[in-house]
T-cell receptor, first 113, second 115 residues
Framework: QKEVEQNSGPLSVPEGAIASLNCTYS??????FFWYRQYSGKSPELIMF????GDKEDGRFTAQLNKASQYVSLLIRDSQPSDSATYLC?????????????FGKGTTLSVSS | DVKVTQSSRYLVKRTGEKVFLECVQD?????MFWYRQDPGLGLRLIYF???????EKGDIPEGYSVSREKKERFSLILESASTNQTSMYLC??????????????FGPGTRLTVL
């Protein structure tokens, strides 16, 4: 069974701090990794994707991938109350068109002002 | 921008009714997906389709069927709705172009209540 594991949280950080969200995956063949943000009552929206080992930065967000450890993380710098949401990690089974992403259950982040 | 639309935001049905949930995407994506999302259980894949008239079972297909007659449209059918199918239903689409799995774009969701 291919799985993506996340700590459900809640993860609580004060405004301005760095929030660190982590994810592990079981399928070594996974090639692509995605972070989605989901506000309560809304649908998931993509905020970052990463394919290569190392770091990828986009504004306040940094995604990190370590394929040897099967580990993906998302750092949110200068956290804002508007970042409070559930963050879903997803892994792509890799290389095959028409296959579904495997989602973790999500980590709830709460940023207090 | 990719746009995925779903026919209803909120739906209330009676036990035993046949329910149709429609999803349309406007970006010529090959792949379309239906999920349900429940508290504590995360997103669970019901069915997906990688081409017109093609379908694949996901993790929880029981009690559901799907139809994809046109590339842009993917329908989820509850043949005889039951109370345990009360949930948020999310449609998504993705492209097969470019090699590695491409990101999925989600519709706004349909919150279905079965009484």
């Amino acid at each position: 069974q291919k799985e993506v594991e996340q700590n459900s949280g809640p993860l609580s950080v004060p405004e301005g701090a760095i929030a660190s969200l982590n994810c592990t995956y079981s399928d070594r063949g996974s090639q692509s990794f995605f972070w989605y943000r989901q506000y309560s009552g809304k649908s998931p929206e993509l905020i970052m994707f990463i394919y290569s080992n190392g770091d990828k930065e986009d504004g306040r967000f940094t995604a990190q991938l370590n394929k040897a450890s099967q580990y993906v993380s998302l750092l949110i710098r200068d956290s804002q109350p508007s970042d409070s949401a559930t963050y879903l990690c997803a892994a792509g089974p890799g290389g095959q068109a028409g296959t579904a992403l495997i989602f973790g259950k999500g980590t709830t982040l709460s940023v207090s002002s | 921008d990719v746009k995925v639309t779903q026919s209803s935001r909120y739906l209330v049905k009676r036990t035993g009714e046949k329910v149709f949930l429609e999803c349309v995407q406007d970006m010529d994506h090959e792949n379309m997906f239906w999920y349900r999302q429940d508290p504590g259980l995360g997103l669970r894949l019901i069915y997906f389709s990688y081409d017109v008239k093609m379908k694949e079972k996901g993790d929880i297909p029981e009690g559901y069927s799907v139809s994809r007659e046109k590339k842009e449209r993917f329908s989820l059918i509850l043949e005889s709705a039951s109370t345990n199918q009360t949930s948020m239903y999310l449609c998504a689409s993705s492209s097969s172009a470019g090699g590695p799995q491409n990101e999925q774009f989600f519709g706004p969701g349909t919150r279905l209540t079965v009484l």
